[in-house]
Structures are given as structure tokens and as C-alpha cells.
């Protein structure tokens, strides 16, 4: 079974930074070079959204509101897919989850907890 675990998170100051990692491990169809990574969060009171994508080929995508502040990238040799935030706001603050997906697979994090006060 695919587990993600997410890690980094924490206190924030506005205009600061965070990097956020997701280890992935139990792949035992393809491996992690062969998933999809996304990033998403759910702030209180919120539903859950979308915020970055990573696809096999290393291309991104970002959500208009964190587009350049937030940068996805990966390391298929460490099974690991980061979110580097920059420039943090408070709107930010929310718990952020690591998605793998592949075909009809997909898999969740239980997700990291980002504050971003002052």
C-alpha cells in the first residue's frame, strides 16, 4: 500500500518562508517516478483545494493564488515531492495533504499543518 507522509510544516511569518517534503513509499505498481504529485490544502472552515501539480515528466501547474510565491518539484531517487512557499500570507494558514495518483490509483496524505501569523 502507497503511503505519503508529509513533513515541514509549522509557524510562519507573513512574507516568510516554509518547505514542505512528502516521502512516498509501498509503490508495488510502477514506482514514484510513474505518479502524478499534487498538493493541496483545506483551510478551516474551508473545502479542500488544489495548489500544485507535478507530472512525470516534471512538468508543474499552480493554482493562480499561490503561482509565483509556491514552486513543486521532485526527487524520484528520494521518492519525494516538496512544495517550496515563499512570501507566505495568512490566507495561506490550512493543512496541506500530498496526492499520488496513476490511472485510477490515487493516494492521500493525512497532511501538515501551515500557520502563517505574525
Known amino acids: 500500500q502507497v503511503q505519503l507522509v508529509e513533513s515541514g510544516g509549522g509557524l510562519a511569518q507573513p512574507g516568510g518562508s516554509l518547505r514542505l517534503s512528502c516521502a512516498a513509499s509501498g509503490f508495488t505498481f510502477g514506482s514514484f517516478g510513474n505518479y502524478g504529485m499534487r498538493w493541496y490544502r483545506q483551510a478551516p472552515g474551508k473545502e479542500r483545494e488544489w495548489i500544485a501539480e507535478i507530472y512525470t515528466t516534471s512538468g508543474t501547474n499552480y493554482r493562480d493564488s499561490v503561482k509565483g510565491r509556491f514552486t513543486i518539484s521532485r526527487d524520484n531517487a528520494k521518492n519525494t515531492v516538496y512544495l517550496q512557499m515563499n512570501s507566505l500570507r495568512p490566507e495561506d494558514t490550512a493543512v496541506y495533504y500530498c496526492?499520488?495518483?496513476?490511472?485510477?490509483?490515487?493516494?492521500w496524505g493525512k497532511g501538515t499543518l501551515v500557520t502563517v501569523s505574525s
Open positions: 496526492y499520488a495518483y496513476r490511472g485510477a490509483m490515487n493516494y
